[in-house]
C-alpha cells in the first residue's frame, strides 16, 4: 500500500510538472520506476515488468522518433509499464489514448477557439497526466487486489472511463 500512495505522489508531481513547463524530469522517471520494480518485486514479476518497460520504451522511440511523443513521456511510461502485468499493458496503453483524446479536444478548444493561437505557437499537451492516469488506474486495480484478471479490469476501466 505504501508503494501505490508513494507511485501516486509521484505522478502527481510529475504531472503538476509537465502542465507548468512540459517538461518531465528524469528524476521523477526514476523514481516511478523505483517504485514499479518494488511493485513487480512484491509480485515476483521483476523480469517480466522489466521486459514489459523495454517494450514500451521501444515503442516510445518510434513515436519519438515521429515526434508523436516526448522523450520525458516515453520513459514514464517505460517506467509505470514496469508494474504491470503483460495482460494489462494493452488496457494501460487504451486508457492513456483514450484520456489522451479527451485532453487533445480540451486543448484544441482552448488554444484555437478560446485563444485563438494559430497551430504550432502553442505549447503541446501536456501528455504526462494523461500516462499517470492511463497507467495508475490498472496499477492500482492490480495491486490492490480488488479485481482480478484483465476481463474485470477491463470492465473497472470502462467504467471509469465513462465517469470522465
Known amino acids: 500500500m ?10 502527481v508531481t510529475i504531472s503538476i510538472s509537465d502542465i507548468r513547463k512540459r ?3 528524469n528524476v521523477g522517471c526514476f523514481a516511478a520506476l523505483i517504485i ?3 511493485l513487480a518485486a512484491s509480485q515476483q514479476r521483476v523480469i517480466e515488468g522489466l521486459l514489459n518497460g523495454c517494450s514500451i520504451f521501444l515503442l516510445s522511440l518510434v513515436l519519438f522518433r515521429f515526434r508523436w511523443l516526448g522523450a520525458g513521456d516515453g520513459k514514464l511510461a517505460s517506467a509505470l509499464a514496469v508494474a504491470l ?4 499493458l494493452p488496457l494501460a496503453l487504451m486508457l492513456t489514448l483514450m484520456c489522451g483524446g479527451v485532453l487533445a479536444v480540451v486543448y484544441l478548444i482552448k488554444y484555437r477557439v478560446i485563444q485563438r ?3 504550432g505557437e502553442d505549447a503541446g499537451l501536456p501528455y504526462g497526466i494523461v500516462i499517470s492516469l492511463g497507467f495508475y488506474i490498472p496499477i492500482l486495480a492490480f495491486y490492490l487486489g480488488e479485481l482480478e484478471g484483465a476481463s474485470s479490469t477491463s470492465l473497472f476501466a470502462i467504467a471509469v472511463v465513462n465517469r470522465l
Do not use: G, N, T, Y
Not at 505504501?2 to 505522478?11: E, G, H, K, M, N
Not at 502485468?85 to 494489462?88: A, M, R, T, Y
Open 2 to 11: 505504501l508503494a501505490i500512495i508513494s507511485l501516486l505522489l509521484v505522478l
Open 36 to 38: 514499479c520494480v518494488w
Open 85 to 88: 502485468p503483460l495482460s494489462q
Open 117 to 119: 493561437i494559430s497551430r
Open 23 to 25: 517538461r518531465i524530469s
